[in-house]
T-cell receptor, first 117, second 112 residues
Framework: GAVVSQHPSWVICKSGTSVKIECRSL??????MFWYRQFPKQSLMLMAT?????????EQGVEKDKFLINHASLTLSTLTVTSAHPEDSSFYIC?????????????FGSGTRLTVV | SQKIEQNSEALNIQEGKTATLTCNYT??????LQWYRQDPGRGPVFLLL?????KEKRKERLKVTFDTTLKQSLFHITASQPADSATYLC???????????FGSGTRLQVQP
């Protein structure tokens, strides 16, 4: 089945530093990837939609200069949290719609737990 | 405003019973609705999709109904097992967009 590999699974960084999270589609080409954030005991909130070869579309309230998204190839999208602060600590999850899948299922990465200290 | 509500934050049932989870939505006209399972510290896993013209869909012990008049979907797990314990999320695609919008989730605990 369609798999999205997300790395790292967890990261601890110091306040003010930047962290990069990678998502790779392993056996399909993901022209579009979605990035979500999930705080404890809350649901997934869409942060941005990234399209291969073009600029990402950010949701209202999400700072594009803080959460840099790059989708340079059909199999790789990255999210960089710049100048991270403790309030950025969260669970970040990427997702891709699997092309040609008649049931329109979306496949998700395993998530990245970011802790900013 | 648009809302997707899963009425129960948590549901505890006994092993072997049927779990029924509810998803209600407001101000959406979804072409289809999806259900996902999420385990702690993991990404969601796709379970079932039901289209607007389908009343019911089944997959093994899972059953989903979709009532576009009531704007509600019900998700059933029959003969529940402790391994079914997880958070279950319903999700819709917003008109004109491709990204999923999720409900708040219901945390199911199946007691042995």
């Amino acid at each position: 089945g369609a798999v999205v590999s997300q790395h790292p699974s967890w990261v601890i960084c110091k306040s003010g530093t930047s962290v990069k999270i990678e998502c790779r589609s392993l056996d399909f080409q993901a022209t579009t990837m979605f990035w979500y954030r999930q705080f404890p005991k809350q649901s997934l909130m869409l942060m941005a939609t990234s399209n291969e070869g073009s600029k990402a579309t950010y949701e209202q309230g999400v700072e594009k200069d803080k959460f840099l998204i790059n989708h340079a190839s059909l199999t790789l999208s990255t999210l960089t949290v710049t100048s991270a602060h403790p309030e950025d600590s969260s669970f970040y999850i990427c997702s891709a719609a699997v092309p040609g899948q008649g049931n329109y299922g979306y496949t998700f990465g395993s998530g990245t737990r970011l802790t900013v200290v | 405003s648009q809302k997707i509500e899963q009425n129960s934050e948590a549901l505890n049932i006994q092993e072997g019973k049927t779990a029924t989870l509810t998803c209600n939505y407001t101000n959406y006209s979804p072409a289809y609705l999806q259900w996902y399972r999420q385990d702690p510290g993991r990404g969601p896993v796709f379970l079932l999709l039901i289209r607007e013209n389908e009343k019911e869909k089944r997959k093994e012990r899972l059953k989903v109904t979709f009532d576009t008049t009531l704007k509600q979907s019900l998700f059933h797990i029959t003969a529940s097992q402790p391994a079914d314990s997880a958070t279950y999320l319903c999700a819709l695609v917003n008109t004109g967009r491709r990204a999923l919008t999720f409900g708040s989730g219901t945390r199911l605990q199946v007691q042995p």
